[in-house]
């Protein structure tokens, strides 16, 4: 159970950290959407480690290959298969965890789950897995284009350094112009600063990303239990190391009185709009044309570069050592995978709101 | 589509604000259980409204039949449908806005999702939804009864007014002794005044429900895109004004470091346990056993007692009148709905995890 | 498990055979669609018990209420509910069964699985649940009926009488003119008279149901697993006394061979066309364009007037008694049901292949 | 759509005939099983190509691996993905189709749904795609035999060959002792040189694959729509050139009486059985104990070695000629196939029913 997201665009995840590999099946996507290699490539090496020093210092070039669906460049209906095999595993340097729980990872609990885990690398509690995912985005990306909808995102904090702007304010497309992700260039600068001094410090830190999904359609979404809202929140909490979701005015919104909050609505030029967004462009779980914009909450990475108290298997006293290659603050590379699950959850309401009306 | 939550404890919703009524089938209970009338409709009771001056007026006693699944007073494995009826439905009230968007509501957007509407005290996306889902929560909780696991929620914010308290440092069986369900007095009576002061002034505040399960056993939740606290977020998200969640550490927790948030694993007295536990109980998507806890965000209430700019279908200007019977404050009558979901949520994971392992 | 049909076009099915009713949830039907009551209840009144002397003496009148989804008249995208009231249930009926099992019942089967039964009416097992599906099918055809595709049934054997027409050479507007539903006048006299000399044997006899589904558009059916061919078949092998599904040339196919088997394409005047249609309308899981055809296999009725050896729930001899009231032969009764099953697969297929190409 | 099956233990497809190769990702595995590489290698060669001179001469050693989801020998819960690669592929023989539609094939109907298709070798619609569900039901069959289950399958009828035994009247173990897997020597002598003669005039011939599954324990089965007679004859009606399923008594049940099919019910020897098992060991869509058997219908092969009528994309006549590598007869080669789905099926039934009661 739970490696499928999606009703009718949807992925089934698959692999391990330190396993062949990890791979991803798309079933629904769209017959005749042209499979762009290079456009998929550039999305993994969004994603990929040893990126800049900022980042997790294992090298795999994430390269990956098409194992069915696809025919002459496109999609046939068919379900797509990704493989991306691993290269740089270090399975060796995980012996030391083999039968000790490193604190605020999966080990104990996954051990407690099914009785047997496989402990290289976090095995398939590993970050590793979301290259599927992020090689996924991007197919659904592809599909979103033809119908104008595009999905964004950035760093907007970094420890205590958060971004006041709105994402109408910057330069969404100066986003990957520097290492954090960070479109504003004097704030990606401090945030580099921040992470990098913590890098030395051997710890870690969180952060916080922001998405934008703009040009969208009013109507799609499933009340109740599919708001769109809802199914967005569901996919950036199956993130690793997401503590919290919101959208819209989101916690900041609680604070506000009704006659503030409400988006008046208002007739511009012939289209439908409001002119203010609390509802960050979903009203009762459905769109309404607006921009969506959200908020994703990441803890501080768990691997640290310091020795740890826990336990072993036995529940004997235990020391995890601070070993292996982590990221010091996870957000830079998250922002790739936020747009994909953002991506993947659009495909898929685009799709399922073909079904509202009956087409004759 | 989107009318039905969970994978084996499943509950399928239905019903409007005005028509005859709401309801809920929920397939998937397992047989044998007690399904003690009075428990249920006390829980019921809790979210009905009417319960006080900062609650809306609307009279509905809420009470509920049974329509099937039920034999001798116990599940007997076939759906249990529950049927709970309208009786102080005043669809007059609705004339005014049966051409004209309420800003921050739903109207706009069902009808350009579906082209019709049912405009009455907001039709389908009414929060009168939600008696359906206490009352099946309600037959979660007992489900859940039998396995130890308590879940609970309480109000711990409204607009600026926030209790810094930890769940641990309240006594959560006071909740209900105050109208706000602040486990707090002081605080609830700040809240309560506030929320007064509010209605007064014809506006809405938001608010904070935070949610507690405790006596939880250590692996539940299923990877990688069932993970517990996706589900909870997702079912959380699904509730009417809410804006954001967050478990655990949540958004505070992007500030800190990894060697103060890791939470040190130990041997208690037998048992593995963790000192700190801003997981929140749950780690790599299934839970280690401690509590889990978690806030959710509700925005005010849109309707308001003023006059607010719109337009109406044919996107001329309009005034959307102030009127109507509505909370001034979700958040009391919230306790009880993020509670539900929360148990609905639980059932169906306990019983998911029953598939984890061979039994033979 | 197990109440939910469909994908997009989704019921949901509830009730008992003596409890308050039976009835169905409709999620996904499509907005704007008239629902006509009139013939929805005409419907319902071709399933209806004591329609002739050789149906069942039970008195239902099989009236429906809709409870949600519709406002004025129409569908408005929200869940359709359907509730018919049981009116002349005799629990007392049943008092010499309820610690006896019945041979061929699922008595039995369901006390093993759930450890509890209601044994009133065979309870959840009883064809009486069939009432709400025929209701949800009449839905499905009002929505088929604006694609222009039609759904029809009629029986084609009762015991050895078996009618070698195919449906090509019958006039199936006939079906309904007589009470066994077959639309061959001479060989429904025949079958007529041999389930009342059954009858009188106080014993039942088995038949067989052909559905017909034409006008139906190439390009309908989901491969590999969600075939429309087995898509009808697990929907045919969930009706009550159901043993077996056919379609097209069926377990007769199997003895020709592929030189007289293939159907040979043609250009019929600009439309592509199959000179003959062993496929049945149906290749590779996808339509065609031909007509859909299949058989349904029923078993006679388990209930018989007689009584048979069988054991109580401590597992000593008894005797069930044969009691009750029953059909002493299924198939005229089943052709609505057959009809509605069909109808909600095909409705469900149209929407889901309105998903299989991009609507920009 | 249309690439998954299950609901626990749930197996998604992918792969085309001359792609890359086929495959089949597992979720719902229980941790934990030992999975034996060889055992699961010799039931992949059950099933695959040039055994002998009655099936196609197409040569794959259908070699897999896996590529995820293992650890030292075990499953772990993770997903299980196995890889066969194509490398007999012969894609040149198949440019001849390129625009042709063959005859009883699935090259309109995709064409029709998706407007592109992979042509080669039947591209997704081809049996080929069947080694992954034969890989995936061998790991089903080691979950079984933990619990003492056991799916078989035999050829029962080739043409007008049919063998009129019950399953309980041969000796299974012999299955596999001659090339047409029928464990009746005199009728698999006869058959053999039916098929054989059948390819020599080359033409193909259609036959019957019994399955049986015994030593099963009562109450697996959800009603009502999921039936496990329902979900078989869904699992079977997916195979390629399926055109029917009966179980238990099947089409030839509805020419008997009541009083001759019911199963008399008796304890025997502390054990409830029934004296005759005409239900097919299901009752109410839910196992009572005795074995289950069915049987499943396959059309001739449309593949023929003769030139046949058709038209090409354009409309236009054409001839599509007689080519390529296939089976004159597919069951010999379906046997394997069908005792793979019921696997599956049977291995996702006693994982759901680990859910029908609570366990504390």
Same mark, same amino acid.
């Given at each position: 159970?739970?490696?499928?997201?999606?009703?009718?665009?949807?992925?089934?995840?698959?692999?391990?950290?330190?396993?062949?590999?990890?791979?991803?099946?798309?079933?629904?996507?769209?017959?005749?959407?042209?499979?762009?290699?290079?456009?998929?490539?550039?999305?993994?090496?969004?994603?990929?480690?040893?990126?800049?020093?900022?980042?997790?210092?294992?090298?795999?070039?994430?390269?990956?290959?098409?194992?069915?669906?696809?025919?002459?460049?496109?999609?046939?209906?068919?379900?797509?298969?990704?493989?991306?095999?691993?290269?740089?595993?270090?399975?060796?340097?995980?012996?030391?965890?083999?039968?000790?729980?490193?604190?605020?990872?999966?080990?104990?609990?996954?051990?407690?789950?099914?009785?047997?885990?496989?402990?290289?690398?976090?095995?398939?509690?590993?970050?590793?897995?979301?290259?599927?995912?992020?090689?996924?985005?991007?197919?659904?990306?592809?599909?979103?284009?033809?119908?104008?909808?595009?999905?964004?995102?950035?760093?907007?904090?970094?420890?205590?350094?958060?971004?006041?702007?709105?994402?109408?304010?910057?330069?969404?497309?100066?986003?990957?112009?520097?290492?954090?992700?960070?479109?504003?260039?004097?704030?990606?600068?401090?945030?580099?600063?921040?992470?990098?001094?913590?890098?030395?410090?051997?710890?870690?830190?969180?952060? %916080? =990303?922001?998405?934008?999904?703009?040009? *969208?359609? !009013?109507?799609?979404?499933?009340?109740?239990? #599919?708001?769109?809202?809802? /199914?967005?929140?569901?996919?950036?909490?199956?993130?690793?190391?997401?503590?919290?979701?919101?959208?819209?005015?989101?916690?900041?919104?609680?604070?506000?009185?009704?006659?503030?909050?409400?988006?008046?609505?208002?007739?511009?030029?012939?289209?439908?709009?409001?002119?203010?967004?609390?509802?960050?462009?979903?009203?009762?779980?459905?769109?309404?044309?607006?921009?969506?914009?959200?908020?994703?909450?990441?803890?501080?990475?768990?691997?640290?570069?310091?020795?740890?108290?826990?336990?072993?298997?036995?529940?004997?006293?235990?020391?995890?050592?601070?070993?292996?290659?982590?990221?010091?603050? %996870? =957000?830079?590379?998250?922002?790739?995978? *936020?747009? !994909?699950?953002?991506?993947?959850?659009?495909? #898929?309401?685009?799709?399922? /709101?073909?079904?509202?009306?009956?087409?004759?």
């Amino acid at each position: 159970m739970g490696n499928t997201l999606g009703n009718i665009f949807k992925i089934t995840s698959f692999g391990e950290s330190h396993g062949a590999g990890v791979g991803v099946v798309i079933d629904g996507c769209p017959a005749g959407i042209d499979l762009d290699v290079n456009y998929i490539q550039s999305e993994l090496d969004r994603r990929k480690p040893g990126q800049s020093r900022i980042t997790t210092q294992r090298k795999e070039a994430d390269g990956f290959e098409f194992f069915s669906g696809v025919f002459e460049g496109k999609s046939t209906g068919a379900p797509i298969t990704i493989l991306i095999k691993n290269q740089d595993q270090k399975s060796k340097d995980y012996d030391h965890i083999k039968d000790i729980y490193r604190p605020s990872h999966a080990d104990f609990t996954y051990q407690e789950k099914y009785g047997i885990r496989d402990y290289r690398g976090g095995g398939r509690s590993s970050a590793r897995i979301t290259a599927g995912w992020v090689a996924a985005g991007a197919i659904a990306k592809l599909v979103l284009r033809q119908l104008g909808i595009n999905c964004q995102a950035y760093v907007s904090q970094v420890g205590d350094l958060k971004l006041e702007k709105s994402h109408q304010d910057l330069d969404l497309s100066k986003t990957d112009d520097n290492d954090v992700r960070c479109p504003d260039d004097r704030m990606a600068k401090q945030m580099f600063e921040l992470i990098d001094s913590v890098r030395k410090d051997r710890d870690t830190i969180g952060g %916080v =990303v922001t998405g934008i999904i703009s040009n *969208v359609p !009013a109507g799609l979404g499933e009340p109740l239990f #599919d708001k769109l809202n809802a /199914a967005l929140g569901h996919a950036m909490l199956s993130i690793n190391a997401v503590k919290g979701f919101e959208f819209g005015s989101g916690f900041e919104g609680v604070k506000m009185r009704g006659s503030e909050h409400n988006d008046i609505i208002e007739n511009k030029a012939g289209k439908i709009q409001t002119k203010t967004n609390h509802s960050g462009g979903i009203q009762g779980g459905i769109t309404n044309g607006e921009d969506i914009y959200f908020n994703v909450a990441f803890k501080p990475v768990a691997t640290i570069m310091q020795d740890q108290d826990s336990v072993d298997k036995e529940g004997n006293d235990a020391t995890a050592k601070g070993k292996g290659r982590h990221d010091p603050c %996870v =957000v830079p590379r998250a922002v790739p995978i *936020v747009e !994909a699950l953002s991506a993947l959850v659009m495909a #898929d309401f685009c799709l399922l /709101a073909q079904t509202n009306k009956l087409r004759g």
